[in-house]
């Protein structure tokens, strides 16, 4: 069941990996061995640490996902439990172990290496009542990994009037299927859609392909936005980085949240809701790992 919040209540369909973090000096060579400053476990992926920060901001967030039933998935449900996130497993049968995330996090830039295999070799069917799941929430995020399942959320979000908000983490097979259901697409420097270079030419390209409301970010680089009659800038706060791993993700889930509380958007309303969801993300850059930032407030 939900622990209902009494804030806007999120689905976010996408990747849950097993995060082992480890902070470095800097990078091993071949055949070497660093020992670490620090290290962390947690449940990582974009779609999951975005419903994380939509819990932590005051929201109900359902994660639909693939975990499976290996043991290393107990700690993936039992960290998105104290988290306040409702997993739905949609692999829950199966034995492998979960998606891990091996990460390196160079202490002096805050600068990450991640090796994983994300949602390869999982093909989630979407649950029998997928439909009524949209039905209840104010909006659903996509991070587009299971790309069945994403496309056919996204089609229920439209044929419900539900919000849904993109996030482009890289150009994966389906993405381009997806767009006609977006409502908000937000991408990151390294989502290249075929035929483009540039944030201006990722914007085209979605406005194109149907998607209303874009933005790119950049690292600390200003976001480049548009929407159907207005266009800008937002800064990013200048932070002291010590980790920059799930930034993008924070954004997505702090957008997410603001969005959610719109009725209806508007160019002001977008940039301003940008505006504040960079903020998080920076502040979240301040710390090491996805979660410390939370204990500031």
């Known amino acids: 069941m939900e622990r209902r919040t ?22 091993p060579g071949p ?11 947690a449940a990582g992926g974009p779609a999951t640490n975005a419903a994380v920060t939509f819990a932590h901001l005051g929201g109900t967030a359902r994660l639909l996902t693939a975990v499976g039933a290996h043991p290393l998935g107990e700690g993936v449900r039992a960290d998105l439990d104290r988290a306040g996130v409702t997993v739905t497993d949609l692999a829950a049968g199966r034995t492998e172990p979960p998606a891990v995330s091996s990460v390196l996090v160079t202490a002096a830039t805050g600068e990450r290496a991640v090796a994983s295999t994300n949602a390869r070799g999982h093909r ?20 587009g990994h299971h790309p069945a399942l994403a496309l056919a959320t996204a089609r229920a979000a439209r044929a419900a009037g539900r919000r849904t908000v993109l996030d482009g983490g890289s150009w994966k097979p389906g993405t381009e299927d997806l767009l006609p259901y977006v409502d908000v697409a937000v991408c990151s420097a390294a989502f290249r859609p075929p035929g483009t270079a540039t944030p201006d030419d990722t914007l085209r390209f979605l406005r194109s392909h149907g998607v209303p409301w874009t933005a790119v970010s950049h690292g600390p680089r200003p976001l480049v936005w548009s929407g159907p009659d207005d266009a800008g800038t937002v800064q990013v706060p200048e932070v002291q980085v010590v980790d920059t791993l799930g930034a993008g993700d924070i954004l997505h ?6 969005l959610a509380r719109l009725p209806d958007l508007t160019g002001p309303a977008f940039a301003t809701a940008l505006r504040a969801a960079a903020s998080l993300a920076a502040r979240s850059c301040t710390s090491f790992g996805t979660r410390a930032w939370m204990r500031g407030g």
């Not at 055949?31 to 290290?39: I, M, N």
């Not at 889930?253 to 603001?258: D, K, N, P, W, Y």
């Open 31 to 41: 055949d070497e061995k660093v020992t670490a400053r620090d290290q962390l476990v």
């Open 6 to 27: 009494g804030g806007p209540y999120g689905l976010f369909v996408g990747l849950c990996t097993l995060d082992v973090l480890q902070l470095v000096d800097r990078l």
């Open 253 to 258: 889930g702090a957008l997410t949240h603001g």
């Open 124 to 143: 989630l069917a979407p649950p029998p009542d997928l439909d009524t799941r949209v039905a209840a929430c104010d909006i659903v995020q996509l991070d």
